[in-house]
T-cell receptor, first 112, second 112 residues
C-alpha cells in the first residue's frame, strides 16, 4: 500500500467552520508536503514541513507533524466555499531515496 | 507565464495505438516527474528525471518510455495503449528532489 494515507476520505462542512484532515505514513521521511487539487486541475503546493519541525502556519492553514506517530494534520480555519477541493499529503521515502508518494486525498466540500 | 505546461489536455484514442504527451517547464528546475492519477484520484509517480538523467522508474510497463531532450522538457511516449492506461497524467517539476513540486494541468487520456 502507499506511503501516505489521508483521513477522512471525504469531509463536508459549512462555511466558517474549521476543517481538519489527517495523514499517516509508514516509513521515516525527510519532509511532508500538503497539496490541494481543484476539480479538473493539477495539484497546488500548500505547505512543506520538514521532519525536524512540529508545526507550520500559512495564512488560514496550520500543519502539524508528529514523527513518533508518523502522522500529520492539516487544519483549515474559517473555511470558505473556495476551499472546496481534494487535499493530498505527500511524503518522500526518507534516507536518500526521495521517492515522492501521495495518498488518495481527502475530498473537502465547503457549503456556502 | 505558465510554469508547467502539458499538451494535449485531452487525448482520446483506440487500443493499440501509440501516443505521446509533452511537458515543458519554464521554472529553471532540475527535476521533472510524470504521475498517473486513476479514477479514484490515487496519484502514483511513474518517472523522475534530474538534469536529463532518469532517477526514478517505478515499476511502469516498458510500453511507457520517458524522454528528456533537455532540462526543461520531459515527454512521455506510450506504445500499444491499453484500456487500463486511461487516466489523468500529470507532469511536475521541482528545483531539487525534496523540494516543492509544481504541477502541470494534466492530460486526460481515454483509451477506447
Amino acid at each position: 500500500s502507499q506511503q501516505g494515507e489521508e483521513d477522512p476520505q471525504a469531509l463536508s462542512i459549512q462555511e466558517g467552520e474549521n476543517a481538519t484532515m489527517n495523514c499517516s505514513y509508514k516509513t521515516s521521511i525527510n519532509n511532508l508536503q500538503w497539496y490541494r487539487q481543484n476539480s479538473g486541475r493539477g495539484l497546488v503546493h500548500l505547505i512543506l514541513i520538514r521532519s525536524n519541525e512540529r508545526e507550520k502556519h500559512s495564512g488560514r492553514l496550520r500543519v502539524t507533524l508528529d514523527t513518533s506517530k508518523k502522522s500529520s494534520s492539516l487544519l483549515i480555519t474559517a473555511s470558505r466555499a473556495a476551499d472546496t477541493a481534494s487535499y493530498f499529503c505527500a511524503t518522500d521515502s526518507g534516507g536518500g531515496s526521495y521517492i515522492p508518494t501521495f495518498g488518495r486525498g481527502t475530498s473537502l466540500i465547503v457549503h456556502p | 507565464d505558465t510554469a508547467v505546461s502539458q499538451t494535449p489536455k485531452y487525448l482520446v484514442t483506440q487500443m493499440g495505438n501509440d501516443k505521446s504527451i509533452k511537458c515543458e517547464q519554464n521554472l529553471g528546475h532540475d527535476t521533472m516527474y510524470w504521475y498517473k492519477q486513476d479514477s479514484k484520484k490515487f496519484l502514483k509517480i511513474m518517472f523522475s528525471y534530474n538534469n536529463k538523467e532518469l532517477i526514478i522508474n517505478e515499476t511502469v510497463p516498458n510500453r511507457f518510455s520517458p524522454k528528456s531532450p533537455d532540462k526543461a522538457h520531459l515527454n512521455l511516449h506510450i506504445n500499444s495503449l491499453e484500456l487500463g492506461d486511461s487516466a489523468v497524467y500529470f507532469c511536475a517539476s521541482s528545483s531539487g528532489r525534496t523540494d516543492t513540486q509544481y504541477f502541470g494541468p494534466g492530460t486526460r487520456l481515454t483509451v477506447l
